[in-house]
């Protein structure tokens, strides 16, 4: 009876933790409501996890240790070149020559060591800048923003940022630094350009035009800089 109960209780000890590894934690639930994964996640982060959630920049894995992304980060501009070593060994070898294919491959090999190999798997948000056209080799140059501005026409302002959101998405491209929507009141400002000139209100309409069909292709824009 003895040897039964404990071979019982072996048993159950062992279901247990399998039902414990089974279980995804809440925040990978897509189930559960957004407000309780957030709240979940947030519990389980370090200090310095927060900081990186915040912290974007140039770069990728490409002769970078794996540990030093084991605590995730908030966003990556990456190249589409490769020189191999460190962490890029899992990633496929590239030409230096970038090209829409070899960006999104390469991005998408970086997004599986973040889900599977940072501690948290939490995805990072590819980025790049496309003022006036994705900034990349074989994509679109559109005219500054201020001559689409002057077009005051923002159906023609959807047709360029569609366009521009096209090519994003098709190289994994999920974040764009843009639009500028700082009104143009004093020229010595060097970046006027930049801007859809020093009126409010075909500022808002060719923002709202741009903005759109960024969200309608599932891609964040980030209007700037409002200091």
């Known amino acids: 009876m003895r040897c039964i109960s404990f071979k019982l209780a072996g048993v159950t000890l062992l279901l247990n933790v399998v039902i414990t590894f089974a279980q995804k934690p809440l925040y990978k639930d897509p189930k559960q409501p957004i407000e309780t994964r957030v709240q979940d996640l947030l519990k389980r982060m370090t200090p310095e996890e927060k900081f990186w959630q915040c912290f974007m920049i140039p770069g990728d894995l490409d002769n970078v240790p794996k540990a030093q992304y084991s605590h995730g980060i908030f966003g990556l501009q ?88 096209t090519e994003s998405k098709l190289r994994g491209i999920r974040q764009i630094l843009t639009p500028v929507v700082n009104l143009a009141n004093d020229v010595r400002w060097g970046r006027t350009e930049e801007t859809y000139g020093e009126d409010p209100f075909l500022t808002s309409v060719m923002g709202v035009s741009f903005v759109s069909s960024f969200e309608n292709k599932g891609i964040i824009t980030t209007p700037k800089h409002f200091l």
Do not use: C, W
């Open 78 to 165: 990456v190249s589409a070149g490769n020189q191999g070593g460190g962490a890029a060994g899992q990633l496929l070898k590239y030409n230096a020559n970038e090209d829409a294919e070899r960006l999104v491959k390469k991005i998408n090999a970086i997004q599986k060591y973040f889900v599977e190999e940072s501690r948290l798997g939490i995805p990072i948000i590819p980025f790049d800048e496309a003022l006036h056209g994705l900034v990349r080799e074989g994509a679109t140059a559109f005219p500054q923003a201020i001559g689409l501005a002057a077009t005051f026409n923002p159906e023609l302002m959807a047709q360029v940022s569609t366009a521009i959101a």
